[in-house]
């Protein structure tokens, strides 16, 4: 029972390099989320989507793409990376269940460093 | 503009002892929280989720509660143990979706 999968975990990037954090989820959630999380700090949300093909902003969307073209996956792109965007990365999933909220479920997280 | 505060950043106990975690926000209109887990470099593990028509859940040596009209929840852990040191999330559910707000979390140390 995998749940969310991150990939990398870790990974160093130079100023001005673009890369794609990987998330999956094997448990058939409509809704899926991108956090990052600084030191000291609560997560915040990137992007988020109700289902496949649609997506839409959070809190901290700039300077990142996301695309949601299966139920599955919800990869994460930065194009032109920032010292700024040296943080953790959190992928979470949820359950889509009317007139009630249910449970966020999350990855063990992407390391980033922008050197 | 929503915001959850969470009181105090870090707390350290001796073994056995029962404590609480303090979570405020400022929505009064809250609909559900739900309180996590945060292990050193790694994930979130969801303890409970408390909908805004109850007033507490219990999962073993933990109950949370949720008083909309102050704009409080609260984590008590009962006989803490040093495995229950970990970082303590608390996030409101906000703007549909399942989408949610954090607050930065409590850093508890349970020393033996």
């Known amino acids: 029972n995998a749940g969310v999968t991150q990939t990398p975990k870790f990974r160093i990037l130079k100023i001005g390099q673009s890369m794609t954090l990987q998330c999956a989820q094997d448990m058939n959630h409509n809704y899926m989320y991108w956090y990052r999380q600084d030191p000291g700090m609560g997560l915040k949300l990137i992007y988020y989507?109700?289902?496949?093909?649609?997506?839409d902003k959070g809190e901290v969307p700039n300077g990142y793409n996301v695309s949601r073209s299966t139920t599955e996956d919800f990869p994460l792109r930065l194009e032109l990376a920032a010292p700024s965007q040296t943080s953790v990365y959190f992928c979470?999933?949820?359950?889509?269940?009317?007139?009630?909220?249910?449970?966020?479920?999350f990855g063990d997280g992407t390391r980033l460093s922008i050197l | 503009k929503q915001e959850v505060t969470q009181i105090p950043a870090a707390l350290s106990v001796p073994e056995g002892e029962n404590l609480v975690l303090n979570c405020s926000f400022t929505?009064?209109?809250?609909?559900?929280l739900q309180w996590f887990r945060q292990d050193p470099g790694k994930g979130l593990t969801s303890l409970l989720l408390i909908q805004s028509s109850q007033r507490e859940q219990t999962s073993g040596r933990l109950n949370a509660s949720l008083d909309k009209s102050s704009g409080r929840s609260t984590l008590y852990i009962a006989a803490s143990q040093p495995g229950d040191s970990a970082t303590y999330l608390c996030?409101?559910?906000?703007?549909?979706?399942?989408?949610?707000?954090f607050g930065a979390g409590t850093r508890l140390a349970v020393h033996p």
């Open positions: 996030a409101m559910f906000s703007g549909g979706y399942n989408k949610l707000i």
């Open positions: 989507s109700v289902g496949a093909g649609i997506t």
């Open positions: 979470a999933s949820s359950y889509l269940q009317i007139d009630t909220n249910q449970p966020q479920h």
């Open positions: 929505d009064s209109a809250i609909y559900n």
